[in-house]
């Protein structure tokens, strides 16, 4: 029994620590691919970014962080302010960049 406990306990911290952190802002005043891919170029730049989803249907922005580093959400607020896009909110999510990537376009083929 105790060696069960064991095993779940360190199969919990391996699955935490492989999720990398993502932060998911809703932005206003994207309308075109060019203001897409600014924002996404900018925040690709920052060193501890790993993947960047700019979605311009839903007004989301999603940053996820490389392991073992945390985006700077006021540094990545900044970078879209300074682009000329409203920051709406800023929320921390479960799902990777690919996992958000996947889901919207299930929901488009809907």
């Known amino acids: 029994m105790r060696t069960l406990l064991i095993l ?6 391996v699955a935490s620590a492989q999720a990398a952190p993502t932060t998911r802002i ?7 691919a060019f ?3 600014g924002i996404e170029k900018k925040l690709t730049a920052m060193p501890q970014t790993r993947a960047v989803y700019v979605d ?3 007004k989301i922005v999603a940053v996820e962080a490389r392991e073992g580093q ?3 959400v ?7 302010k300074d682009a000329g896009y409203d920051v709406v909110k800023v929320e921390s999510v479960e799902q990777s960049v690919e996992e958000l990537r996947a889901a919207a376009a299930k929901a ?3």
Do not use: P, S
Not at 8 to 13: D, E, I, N, Q, R
Not at 26 to 32: D, E, L, P
Not at 74 to 80: C, F
């Open 8 to 13: 779940a306990t360190a199969g919990l911290f």
């Open 26 to 32: 809703t932005v206003n005043g994207m309308v075109c």
């Open 35 to 37: 203001c897409a891919q």
């Open 56 to 58: 311009l249907g839903e």
């Open 70 to 72: 945390t985006i700077d």
């Open 74 to 80: 006021d540094k990545v607020r900044a970078e879209i």
């Open 108 to 110: 488009k083929k809907k």
